[in-house]
Structure formats: C-alpha cells, structure tokens
C-alpha cells in the first residue's frame, strides 16, 4: 500500500492525526523539500528514508524516475508513505503520481494535508474571504508546466471572477502575474502580499500592491517558497497579524536536552515562535543498580530518600519494574524532591514529595536541613554518577547518616557533534543549558574553538549552578532563570 499524504504547509503541528499515525508505522517514507525534517522524527527504527525533493535547478529526482520508486519500494515492503508538502493533490502532482500505481496495479490511499494555499495567508493574518470585502476565492499555480507551449489560465476571467486570487510557487514569475493581472483591467492598486516560508518562524511577509509589488520583493530578497495572495483581504492583515508577533518569533535556539526529555520544552519555546533546533548532547545511561537499591532497602530503614532529576525518577522507575516492586517500597519513608519538575515526575508514578525546597540546588536543601535538625536520621540520595557532593557532605555535616546510589551515568551524545556545528554555522540567537552536564558535553562536542564557535551567540542557564559550570569554560550565561524549571528558563528568555 502506498498513501500520498499530505505533510501540511510547514509547522509540523499542523499535520494531520492520520498522516503523524501512518508515519510511526511506515516501512519507507519518501519525501519531499517542502517537508519539514521534524515529521520525519516520528518514524519508527528501521524506516528507511529516501528524499526525492524538487526545487528549481536542483531535481534529485525527476517525476517518471519518483514513480517507479513507488512502484519498486511498494513491490518489496508493506507500508509506503509518499509525504508531500501541503495537499498532494493541490499543484503536488499527486494525481499523477495516483494514476501511475493505479497502471501499475499498486493499491494507494490519499490522505489530505493542509495547503499552503489557506494556512500561509492565515498566519499572515490575511483571510481570503470575508463578507464585507470577497466572497470568492481561488487557487492559481504560479508555475505551469513548462513544456507548454501557450498558458492554459484565462486571466481575464480570474480576475472578472475573483474577488481573492492564491498563487503558489509564482514568485519567479512574479512580474509575469502582475503584468497580467493589469493588463486584464485589475487595478494597479490592488493590494498583494507575498510570504515566504509560511507557517514556519522564518516567515517573512512583504505587503504592496500591483503597481510595486515587484520592487518591494526584490528589494527584500524574498525567495522561494513563498504565496502570493491578491486582493483587498490584505489589508486586514494590519489589524489580524498574529503569527509574527509571537514574542520568540524568528528566534532560532539550540536544545541541548536529553532526547527524551527536549520534546515538552521545545513545543513550549515553538508556541511561543521560535525556529528549535533540538541537539541532544546528552545520552543517560542506565548503571543498572538494582541490586545496590534493593539491597540498601533491605538493610535499612531511611527517614528521606532525595530524588535530585527527573532523570533519577525515570531510572528509579524502571528499577521499580525490573525488581517487581512499586512505590510501597518507600512506605513511611519523607521525600525529597530537587524542583518542581523532578516532583511532578514522582506524582506521576504515585509518589508524592513531602519536601521540594524553593531554590532548586542543593545549598538550600542543606540549609533547611540544617536549620530542622534532624540529626540521627538516615538519609538515600538516589543521583547521577556526576552528581555534585555538596549535598552528601552537607546532609552529614547536619546530622544525617548519608548512603549515596549513582542510579545513571550522562555520556556525551557524539551523534550530535555534526548538528551542532552546522546549525551555529546557519546562524544561532541562543543556546539553551538545563544542566551542568549538558554544559561539559556541548564543550566537548564543539571541540577547542568552543568559544570562537559561540561568538555572537546568547547562552541561557536554568539556574546559578549550571551558570557556574558555563563561568569553569570561561563562558557567560547572558540570561538565567530565576524560577529553575524549564518554565522559567522560557520566561527569562521572553524577558531578555
């Protein structure tokens, strides 16, 4: 089975539910430019990927050659995506596509995207229809076939007719349409917008009208891909922007999360505007210590067991599974959680923190400590391998009898080394450390020249420790988060 899908316009958040489900069981996905790459992340391993992208003067394939790709890839494996930018059937040669496994005898599906034709308008903040100014709209290919010899668009009966005309892939011949377009009695008033890369934070929309539509675009280096919409619907995009006055719109920031964690804090940032770049500089390596866990349980009983990251709650889960126990292993026992986030993790497995202190590190735990005098109590600190000691000899100095478990180790992530330097060779407005780990390993990854490499770009800390690691390789944190979550590390990047 092969399905033309339609990957929508390009925010990734505007893909379809069938079209995201097909692609985390596809056997083959063979894409398209317009795709944007973050779709592709949803594939399940073994997926084999085949780009077949198409943009002028560059063809990796060409169309007769993308067919029998179909065809070959549908003969051997059991589920083919063809995800195509937009819809595959408006202006992306999906029909054509259709009509070739249909010859071939290759049975197909065709899942609908979201056209660019109405979503770039939209973040615009450009409707194409409203009561008072159209009521008709249409879709004109800016890009015919080449091979014709005579134009098959009856201008003079688009602009008799339509109130709102789209153009897609037209700006090549942007001066061609609007000699048209006046040539056939549209007034050269007319207003017209052109945006490019729309939906994405690299959105960029220039406004005119027929008479100098041509010279704004050129002035302003707008490139494919763009829209083009004519008509007096643009002039309600002074008052209905939305989408570019996000306050991180156009910002491009580096995540450095652990993979499994980066997604929550990316979608946030994206929201809000921002082009993320996720970067895992992180792999967490389980050390596997459940017989060390089981056994400190077994010995003793402890009055606090402290969780210092979410990390440590997601290992102390899967120790949980393997040695067949739950969360009435610590029955009686007072929690600790270092932040918000960390706790929230624990309730999510039933545990609820008895004590998560305001200021996220250890200093302010062994002050509260200190100051509670709980001396005589035991104390299991359940940590990373790297973990500071600050609050082990903090903890004893207050009283406490404290056994230590390193539950994970946090390696650097080499697979990154590549990304990294490509996407601050593109251009980067900030990175992004939520810990003192993910500072040493993006160091090590970028190589000696780290610095060199960083110049011009802002460096934002989750909270005075991991700061203090960026100070140890001689690096600034030019925005820190007063609250140490995610969260606040968002605001004080709105806030800067």
């Known amino acids: 089975m092969v399905y033309l899908t339609g990957a929508g316009p390009g925010d990734p958040s505007l893909i379809s539910i069938k079209a995201l489900e097909l692609i985390k069981t596809a056997d083959c996905i063979i894409y398209d ?15 084999e990927l085949i780009y077949v992208g198409k943009k002028a003067g560059a063809h990796t394939l060409s169309q007769d050659n993308i067919n029998r790709l179909l065809v070959k890839k549908a003969k051997k494996l059991h589920h083919i995506i063809r995800l195509k930018g937009g819809d595959p059937f408006i202006f992306g040669r999906g029909a054509e596509e259709a009509q070739y496994l249909k010859e071939k005898n290759i049975d197909f599906e065709i899942v609908p995207g979201i056209t660019s034709a109405i ?52 700006v090549g011949n942007l001066g061609l349409i609007v000699k048209k377009l006046i040539e056939c009695g549209k007034p050269k008033k007319t207003p017209v917008a052109v945006i490019r890369c729309g939906t994405t934070s690299e959105q960029k929309t220039v406004i005119g009208n027929l008479a100098n539509i041509v010279s704004l675009v050129k002035a302003k280096k707008i490139t494919p891909p763009a829209v083009i919409v004519v008509g007096d619907v643009v002039k309600l995009r002074e008052k209905l922007n939305w989408f570019e006055k996000k306050p991180l719109f156009g910002k ?23 082009d993320v770049i996720e970067i895992p500089v992180i792999d967490i390596v389980s050390l596997k210590a459940d017989r060390q866990f089981s056994g400190a349980l077994s010995r003793d009983k402890y009055d606090w067991v402290f969780f210092t990251s979410q ?12 040695i067949g126990k739950d969360s009435r292993i610590l029955a009686g026992t007072n929690i600790c959680a270092i932040g918000t986030e960390t706790a929230a993790g624990l309730a999510k497995i039933g545990i609820k923190a008895d004590y998560v202190p305001k200021c996220f590190y250890a200093e302010e735990i062994v002050r509260h400590f200190k100051s509670a005098g709980f001396k005589g109590g035991k104390a299991l600190i359940l940590r990373a391998r790297q973990g500071r000691d600050i609050l082990p000899d903090g903890l004893r100095k207050s009283g406490l009898a404290v056994k230590t478990i390193d539950l994970y180790d946090t390696q650097p992530e080499k ?35 780290y610095r060199r490499r960083l110049f011009g770009v802002k460096v934002a800390s989750i909270g005075p420790v991991t700061s203090g690691t960026l100070k140890e390789f001689g690096l600034k944190a030019n925005i820190e988060a007063k609250v140490f979550t995610t969260s606040g590390l968002i605001k004080a990047i709105i806030q800067k």
């Open 33 to 47: 430019y317009l795709v944007n790459p973050a779709l592709l992340r949803f594939r399940k391993n073994g997926c």
């Open 119 to 170: 979503a770039v308008p939209a973040y615009a903040g450009i409707p194409l229809t409203q009561r008072n100014k159209t009521s008709t709209v249409g879709f004109i290919t800016g890009h015919e076939d080449p091979a014709k010899t005579e134009s098959s668009i009856d201008w003079g009966a688009l602009v008799k007719a339509l109130g709102t005309m789209v153009f897609l892939m037209g």
């Open 252 to 274: 491009r920031i580096i995540v450095t999360r652990a993979r499994h964690q980066a997604g929550v804090f990316s979608e946030k940032l994206i929201a809000l505007g921002a």
């Open 311 to 322: 990390n440590g709650v997601s290992e102390f889960s899967e120790i949980l599974k393997r």
């Open 415 to 449: 697979g990154s080394v590549l990304s990294i330097r490509e996407a601050l060779k593109g251009g980067v407005d900030i990175v992004t450390f939520t810990s003192s780990s993910t500072v040493r390993n993006f160091v090590k990854l970028l190589g000696k020249d």
